[in-house]
Structure formats: C-alpha cells, structure tokens
T-cell receptor
C-alpha cells in the first residue's frame, strides 16, 4: 500500500531533550515536506526537500532541523524542544517538486507535547 | 505575501442542510487549488483539486467546488450534508514562486459540525 508513515504518533517530552520524528514514504517520491498544524493557524510548512541531500526552509523553520540522506526518509529533528513547539506535525510527499498535476500525500500526524 | 482566507471558522448545520464553505486566495497568477478534509483524530485527506479546465470540480463524498478566477475564490459545496461530514476542512493553494513550486499555502480551516 502506498503511504506516508510517521513515528511516533504521540510524544510527550520535556524542554531541551532532543527528539526526532521519522517520516518515510514508499512511493519513490522526490519531494517531501514537514508541516505543523496549530489551532487557528492551519498548516504551515517547516522544511521541505526536493530530493536527496536537497533541503530548504519553509515558513517556520526556527528550532527545527531536517536531513534527507535517503529518498524514502525525511526525519524532523528538534535539537532543544521548547513548549512553543507543542503542535501536530504532518509529513507529506509528492512525486516531484512540480507545479503540474502533483498531489501531495500526507502522513497520519505526530502529536507532540513539550512540557 | 500569498495567503488563503477561510471566512467561516465554525459552521454548525443540521443533517440534509446544504453546505458552502468560502475560500479566497491572494495570488494573482496561475494557481492549483485543493480542499482537504481532516476527520477527528485522522490525517488530511484530499477531497478535490483544481489544476485546469472545467472550473467546477467534483470530489469524493458528493463534494464539489467552483473556481472563480475573477473573485480569487474556490468555494466548497455539498447539497446535503450528513453527520459523517463532521470534520475540519482546509483550503490550500499551490502557486509557483520562490525556490519550490510544490509548496501548499493552507487556510486556517473551517470546523464543520453536523447535528443529526
């Protein structure tokens, strides 16, 4: 089954404790992206990657890092989480970075709470 | 900056009522348009999309949307809602600008509650 998976689905942590949220897709997609969803703000892009070893900042990159060493994986790293990073995180992927017909597929989400 | 506005933040309807959710965007050039739905506790699912052609697009579960270029709008409609349509609905716009063409700009969402 074609899908985007994220782990963990739920995470409660404390301020300053480094964490990684994994994202994996099995569709051989070139483009991957991370969004955070906050009430009243919709989804905002954190980082994106157009291909292996090619990443760039989205609209809200502060406090986050990403890497893209393999095509299928795009982990989100919080080196020193803070309470304002408490949010619902979604990973998404699409075939390529293209304006033509190019649907993005979303993962199930990771609900992160930073105490 | 490009933006997407969803004017209805909360909508409460009775079953069988008609639904129209507004979506306006600010980008003046060619855009791709999407409506996503998020059922309680679930991830985003694509309801429908517009890339080109007929401005009236039909999606899953009886939803449709009309792209009106002159009004920069892409309103979502359904003639008769069901209790199972209770969810949050997001309008999203894809516009070719900046370093990546695949970026989606989302509206803030509309929470729809359908009462049985």
């Amino acid at each position: 089954e074609a899908q985007v998976t994220q782990n963990p689905r739920y995470l409660i942590t404390v301020t300053g404790k480094k964490l990684t949220v994994t994202c994996s897709q099995n569709m051989n997609h070139e483009y991957m992206s991370w969004y955070r969803q906050d009430p009243g703000l919709g989804l905002r892009q954190i980082y994106y990657s157009m291909n292996v070893e090619v990443t760039d900042k989205g609209d809200v990159p502060e406090g986050y890092k990403v890497s893209r060493k393999e095509k299928r994986n795009f982990p989100l790293i919080l080196e020193s989480p803070s309470p304002n990073q408490t949010s619902l995180y979604f990973c998404a992927s699409s075939l390529r970075d293209s304006f033509s017909y190019n649907e993005q597929f979303f993962g199930p989400g990771t609900r992160l709470t930073v105490l | 900056a490009q933006s997407v506005s969803q004017h209805n933040h909360h909508v409460i309807l009775s079953e069988a009522a008609s639904l129209e959710l507004g979506c306006n965007y600010s980008y003046g050039g060619t855009v791709n348009l999407f409506w996503y739905v998020q059922y309680p506790g679930q991830h985003l699912q694509l309801l429908l999309k517009y890339f080109s052609g007929d401005p009236l697009v039909k999606g899953i579960k009886g939803f449709e949307a009309e792209f009106i270029k002159s009004k920069f709008s892409f309103n979502l409609r359904k003639p008769s809602v069901q209790w199972s349509d209770t969810a949050e609905y997001f309008c999203a716009v894809q516009a070719p600008y900046g370093g990546a063409t695949n970026k989606l700009i989302f509206g803030t969402g509309t929470l729809l509650a359908v009462q049985p």
